[in-house]
């Protein structure tokens, strides 16, 4: 039989499980419950199989930013891929999408970040980025500087150069981590920032990466890596004494500063780049997800004048993928950039974040299992806590409240994502008031659900 939308969702579910291996997923808890079944998308909603209309919290995996169903896209795909369905761009040769991306995101990107190296994906970026900061010292003649350092609880991908770069010890349990990769504490004020006051916090967890520096010794290390806002770890909006200490750390002692923007990019936080929200000078942005939305994998590395220049002084970069500047994905990518501008999304994100968002969000921290209520543009997160002292956790297993209520909000038609017993929301930039509305009483029904 052929497998549509057609078949029973029982049946989908069974030959799911049967033959498709899925990313970070329990396969015995696959195999018992299955999977939900996603047919369509159309703006901030999702219908599944069972004809369920879920709003979508979490724009997929923080990536779906204009919302979905834009037909516009569909279209330029296909006229694309008719006219150039592929090209390398190796060996001294280009094409008009990939030109075009670069020059639109060189006119984008703050300051003098005005060169793109192309990838599929954010991981593959960041592995782009492991080879370029070391080949920029190696051209400079310090070949030794070569140790990147980043944070625990930080996310940069799961391939093994991107999962070793992120600081999440479950993905380095499986499989191991490159060499040359050093981790600092993360700025997580709220559980971790005792009885320092969150200005204070910033700035000590900042100087321990001086403290990393001076303990590897300044002429050993490459670049320093950091989210602006930590997403996979939980959503977690560092003090604002946090990046400009880094920025300091990092140019007196010649480290690259590698800012990773895969999540918030293209105007989760209010601004093309969190970059110009949190005032980073950043020698290169990684980007991916919100670049297309989604709807093409595309992602790649913004390089400043200077690293362009010095790396491209040394002859060929021996590094590059099959789909670098995809020509596809890159006209998908140049077609969803035109729809944030002439459609004012980021606009719209800072008018509909400050204050309809805010005062909701404010007032979900009011809710007895909500300890903290963060949020940064469209980004957020709620700590769940047992009690309101700053920084409870439950007593329970870490996680055991917060599967719960990410279990509630898909059963009550919301897409929320927990992390331990952090629940975080990174909707559409397209969402509406009313939307809003619906979200945060979902949000608040799941969580009355929960205790
Ligand atoms: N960097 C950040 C900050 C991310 O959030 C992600 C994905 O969630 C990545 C990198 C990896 O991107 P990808 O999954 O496209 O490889």
């Given at each position: 039989?052929?497998?549509?939308?057609?078949?029973?969702?029982?049946?989908?579910?069974?030959?799911?499980?049967?033959?498709?291996?899925?990313?970070?997923?329990?396969?015995?808890?696959?195999?018992?419950?299955?999977?939900?079944?996603?047919?369509?998308?159309?703006?901030?909603?999702?219908?599944?199989?069972?004809?369920?209309?879920?709003?979508?919290?979490?724009?997929?995996?923080?990536?779906?930013?204009?919302?979905?169903?834009?037909?516009?896209?569909?279209?330029?795909?296909?006229?694309?891929?008719?006219?150039?369905?592929?090209?390398?761009?190796?060996?001294?040769?280009?094409?008009?999408?990939?030109?075009?991306?670069?020059?639109?995101?060189?006119?984008?990107?703050?300051g003098d970040l005005n060169h793109v190296f192309f990838a599929g994906s954010g991981s593959e970026a960041n592995d782009t980025n492991i080879r370029l900061v070391r080949r920029y010292w190696q051209v400079k003649e310090?070949?030794?500087?070569?140790?990147?350092?980043?944070?625990?609880?930080?996310?940069?991908?799961?391939?093994?150069?991107?999962?070793?770069?992120?600081?999440?010890?479950?993905?380095?349990?499986?499989?191991?981590?490159?060499?040359?990769?050093?981790?600092?504490?993360?700025?997580?004020?709220?559980?971790?920032?005792?009885?320092?006051?969150?200005?204070?916090?910033?700035?000590?967890?900042?100087?321990?990466?001086?403290?990393?520096?001076?303990?590897?010794?300044?002429?050993?290390?490459?670049?320093?890596?950091?989210?602006?806002?930590?997403?996979?770890?939980?959503?977690?909006?560092?003090?604002?004494?946090?990046?400009?200490?880094?920025?300091?750390?990092?140019?007196?002692?010649?480290?690259?500063?590698?800012?990773?923007?895969?999540?918030?990019?293209?105007?989760?936080?209010?601004?093309?780049?969190?970059?110009?929200?949190?005032?980073?000078?950043?020698?290169?942005?990684?980007?991916?997800?919100?670049?297309?939305?989604?709807?093409?994998?595309?992602?790649?590395?913004?390089?400043?004048?200077?690293?362009?220049?010095?790396?491209?002084?040394?002859?060929?970069?021996?590094?590059?993928?099959?789909?670098?500047?995809?020509?596809?994905?890159?006209?998908?990518?140049?077609?969803?950039?035109?729809?944030?501008?002439?459609?004012?999304?980021?606009?719209?994100?800072?008018?509909?974040?400050?204050?309809?968002?805010?005062?909701?969000?404010?007032?979900?921290?009011?809710?007895?299992?909500?300890?903290?209520?963060?949020?940064?543009?469209?980004?957020?997160?709620?700590?769940?806590?047992?009690?309101?002292?700053?920084?409870?956790?439950?007593?329970?297993?870490?996680?055991?409240?917060?599967?719960?209520?990410?279990?509630?909000?898909?059963?009550?038609?919301?897409?929320?994502?927990?992390?331990?017993?952090?629940?975080?929301?990174?909707?559409?930039?397209?969402?509406?008031?009313?939307?809003?509305?619906?979200?945060?009483?979902?949000?608040?029904?799941?969580?009355?659900?929960?205790?």
């Amino acid at each position: 039989t052929m497998i549509t939308n057609n078949l029973p969702t029982a049946e989908l579910q069974r030959l799911d499980a049967a033959h498709h291996f899925h990313p970070f997923t329990d396969r015995a808890a696959l195999a018992e419950k299955g999977a939900r079944v996603i047919l369509r998308g159309e703006g901030c909603w999702l219908t599944d199989s069972e004809g369920h209309r879920i709003l979508d919290g979490m724009a997929g995996l923080w990536c779906v930013n204009i919302g979905y169903g834009r037909k516009e896209l569909a279209e330029v795909a296909a006229r694309q891929m008719q006219e150039l369905p592929y090209y390398n761009t190796f060996f001294q040769t280009t094409h008009v999408p990939a030109i075009a991306l670069a020059a639109k995101l060189a006119e984008l990107a703050p300051g003098d970040l005005n060169h793109v190296f192309f990838a599929g994906s954010g991981s593959e970026a960041n592995d782009t980025n492991i080879r370029l900061v070391r080949r920029y010292w190696q051209v400079k003649e310090q070949p030794e500087k070569r140790v990147i350092i980043a944070r625990w609880n930080g996310y940069h991908g799961s391939t093994l150069g991107g999962g070793s770069l992120g600081g999440m010890k479950p993905i380095h349990a499986h499989g191991g981590k490159i060499d040359g990769i050093e981790h600092i504490n993360q700025p997580y004020w709220w559980a971790e920032g005792g009885d320092m006051s969150e200005d204070e916090f910033g700035l000590a967890r900042a100087r321990e990466l001086e403290d990393k520096i001076l303990e590897l010794g300044a002429d050993k290390v490459a670049a320093f890596i950091g989210e602006a806002v930590q997403g996979a770890g939980g959503v977690i909006i560092p003090p604002k004494t946090y990046w400009p200490e880094i920025q300091r750390i990092c140019k007196k002692y010649n480290v690259l500063l590698i800012l990773d923007e895969v999540i918030t990019g293209f105007g989760r936080t209010g601004n093309w780049f969190a970059a110009q929200t949190f005032d980073i000078k950043p020698d290169i942005i990684t980007i991916a997800k919100g670049l297309s939305s989604g709807y093409a994998p595309v992602g790649g590395s913004i390089l400043s004048d200077d690293v362009a220049e010095v790396v491209g002084s040394g002859g060929d970069f021996n590094h590059g993928y099959t789909y670098s500047g995809h020509p596809v994905a890159a006209a998908v990518a140049l077609e969803n950039l035109r729809i944030l501008q002439d459609e004012q999304i980021i606009e719209h994100v800072q008018n509909v974040a400050h204050p309809y968002l805010a005062e909701r969000w404010a007032k979900l921290a009011e809710h007895p299992l909500v300890g903290e209520a963060r949020l940064v543009g469209l980004m957020g997160s709620l700590a769940l806590v047992p009690n309101k002292t700053k920084g409870a956790k439950f007593a329970s297993e870490e996680g055991t409240v917060g599967l719960r209520a990410r279990e509630r909000c898909f059963a009550n038609d919301l897409i929320m994502r927990h992390v331990g017993d952090r629940m975080i929301i990174s909707p559409p930039l397209t969402i509406t008031p009313a939307e809003i509305d619906t979200l945060i009483e979902r949000a608040t029904k799941s969580l009355d659900e929960c205790y």
